[in-house]
Structures are given as structure tokens and as C-alpha cells.
């Protein structure tokens, strides 16, 4: 295994354990809050996949959408309740999703693409909310979830579904991290500097467009399916397009250039519009605006970057220490 990809894969495998002990010693109210954001951020890393090759999808409750009420459907009329299987129900359907409408978007850019898929999100809606069978405007209602046969009590539930999510919200991480390094994931990002270019080279656009928007789907579907499970209900409101505009803000704020900075700022956004909706009711989105405002004038690159800029100090202070020690050695010989 690569030196780099061992240590990505560490670093996954800690963050899940302090995620988890962390987990135990919070209250129901701010797992649930967190298992929230964790679904949320989730579909935003799928904007971030897309934000690394040129493109912004304004419709990602489409996917988010789409995972929800497949997942669901199959929890209420199968009555399959196994929040793994209905995970991968989810991811799997929205995936799916993203294989057909990426070929049909994929050659569109910039404002185009972005109305694009918010147009696809709206019919979603629109046809969600004709379909009285399940629900219609007012959706339906989940089972508790079960995990491996266990059902957890009342208790405990909200802690098991959060230790899931962390599960899934660091394994995909940790894969979208691997994505980012590797050579795919490295031309994915020399399509957002130069198109053209990397069509002279050899590779693909329209292919890496595809790629991105699979996989943005399939992270959608995950985030639908936990926050519907969270919720414990489904409606078409999963597809409209402020839902969508609240996972844009999430991949504005963090920027592309961390994964984990993506979950920070979608826990941000949970904690703000709580306190925000009880303090003030009437005001929070202006608080949340602001608070943009502030990052983007101050870490145009998003919160990712403030830890991007830590880690190149860091590596210049170590080369420059490395050529003094180098240059000193050479005066003493």
C-alpha cells in the first residue's frame, strides 16, 4: 500500500474512534444535530467532487431526493428496515440516477449546467408532489431503522444512527480523499484550470464530468437516506430547490480543496439555524449570510484552504531548515 493511502486510511480510522467516544458523551439533541449535518455534508462533498472539475450542480436534491424516497419506499412497503441495506438502496439508486442524467448534462457548463440540474430537481418535485400513492405534498412516514437484526431502544437509537453515519460519512471521506490524489482525480482538477488542455492531452471532459456526477449522486443518495432515517419522515421538500441551495452554501463555505472541512461547515450551518431559530427566529438566515460573507472575504478558498495554508507553511519552514542544515554541512566539508 502507497505511503500516502496508508495514511489516509489512518487518519480515517481515527477520526471515526474519536467521532464515536465523542458520540457517547453527547446529548440526544446534538447527536441528532450531527447526524443531521453529517447527511447534509455528505451531498455537499458530492458538490465539492464536482466544484474540483469546473461545475456546481444547483439541484442536488435531485439525488438527495431520489435516495430518500427509495430507501423509504422499501422501508414501508417491503418492509425492509436494515439501515445498512437501505444505505445502500439509496446510494445505489441515486447513482444510478446520476449514470443517466450525467451523459445527458455532462456537456453543458458553467450557469447552463448549474440550471440544468436545478430544473431536474424541480420536475422531481413537481412529480413527487402529484403522486398521492406516497403521500404527495405531505410525503410519508419511516420505521425506526434496525441494524443487523437489532433494534435499538429509544435510548440509544439517535446514538446508533449517529455511529452509522460517522461510519459511512468517513468511509466516503476517506475514498473521496483517495479520488482527490490519485491521477483520475488529479486530471478532474486540471479540467477546471485549463478544458481545453486537457483535451490535448489526452483525456477526456466528458468523461470526467460523468465520473463526477456519479459520484455526487451516489454521495447524495447517502445523505438522503440517513436524514430521512433521522427525520423519520420523507417529503417532496427533499427536492426543492432551497433544499439545494443549502447544500451549495455548505461546498461554498468549506471550498474544494479539504473533505473535512466540508462536514465542519455543514455542522456550522445545523448549529446556527438551531440556536438561530430559537434565539432568533426571524433573523438566522442574515447571521448565516453574514457569517459567509466574513469567510469569503477572508478565506476566499473556503475553511478547507485555512488548513491548506497551515500545512504549506509548515512543509516551506521544513524545506528551508532542510537547504540551511544542507548549505551548513557543505561550509563545513
Not at 440526544?28 to 474540483?52: C, N
Not at 444547483?58 to 417491503?78: D, E, H, K, N
Amino acid at each position: 500500500m502507497h505511503v500516502s493511502t496508508k495514511r489516509t486510511c489512518l487518519a480515517g480510522l481515527a477520526a471515526a474512534i474519536v467521532l464515536v467516544i465523542i458520540g457517547v458523551l453527547l446529548p440526544d439533541w446534538l447527536l441528532f444535530t450531527m447526524t443531521k449535518a453529517i447527511g447534509y455534508g455528505l451531498v455537499a462533498l458530492g458538490i465539492i467532487t464536482l466544484m474540483r472539475g469546473g461545475l456546481v450542480s444547483f439541484g442536488q436534491g435531485l439525488v438527495y431526493c431520489i435516495g430518500a424516497y427509495a430507501s423509504g419506499l422499501m422501508a414501508t412497503r417491503a418492509g425492509i428496515t436494515e439501515a445498512p441495506l437501505l444505505l445502500l438502496v439509496g446510494m445505489l439508486a441515486s447513482a444510478a440516477v446520476g449514470l443517466i442524467a450525467g451523459p445527458l448534462i455532462a456537456r453543458y457548463r458553467g450557469i447552463f449546467f448549474a440550471m440544468l440540474t436545478v430544473a431536474l430537481s424541480m420536475v422531481l418535485y413537481g412529480v413527487l408532489v402529484k403522486i398521492n400513492e406516497i403521500g404527495g405534498s405531505d410525503g410519508f412516514t419511516l420505521p425506526e431503522p434496525t441494524f443487523f437484526g437489532w433494534e435499538p431502544t429509544v435510548e440509544v437509537a439517535d446514538l446508533a444512527l449517529y455511529v452509522t453515519g460517522v461510519i459511512v460519512a468517513v468511509a466516503a471521506a476517506t475514498a473521496c480523499r483517495l479520488y482527490y490524489d490519485s491521477m483520475a482525480g488529479m486530471i478532474a482538477l486540471a479540467v477546471r484550470e485549463n478544458e481545453l488542455r486537457v483535451e490535448y492531452l489526452g483525456a477526456s471532459v466528458f468523461r470526467v464530468t460523468v465520473r463526477n456526477f456519479t459520484i455526487a449522486a451516489a454521495l447524495g443518495g447517502l445523505g438522503g437516506t440517513l436524514n430521512g432515517m433521522a427525520l423519520g419522515h420523507i417529503d417532496p421538500l427533499f427536492s426543492f430547490w432551497t433544499t439545494s441551495g443549502e447544500f451549495v452554501f455548505i461546498a461554498v463555505l468549506s471550498g474544494h480543496l479539504s473533505v473535512s472541512a466540508v462536514f465542519v461547515s455543514s455542522l456550522i450551518l445545523e448549529l446556527v439555524r438551531s440556536f438561530s431559530n430559537r434565539y432568533f427566529p426571524e433573523t438566522w438566515q442574515l447571521i448565516l449570510g453574514s457569517f459567509l460573507i466574513i469567510v469569503i472575504v477572508f478565506l476566499p478558498g473556503g475553511i478547507g484552504s485555512a488548513w491548506e495554508r497551515f500545512r504549506n507553511r509548515n512543509r516551506n519552514r521544513d524545506t528551508g531548515e532542510e537547504a540551511a542544515d544542507a548549505k551548513q554541512e557543505g561550509a563545513g566539508s
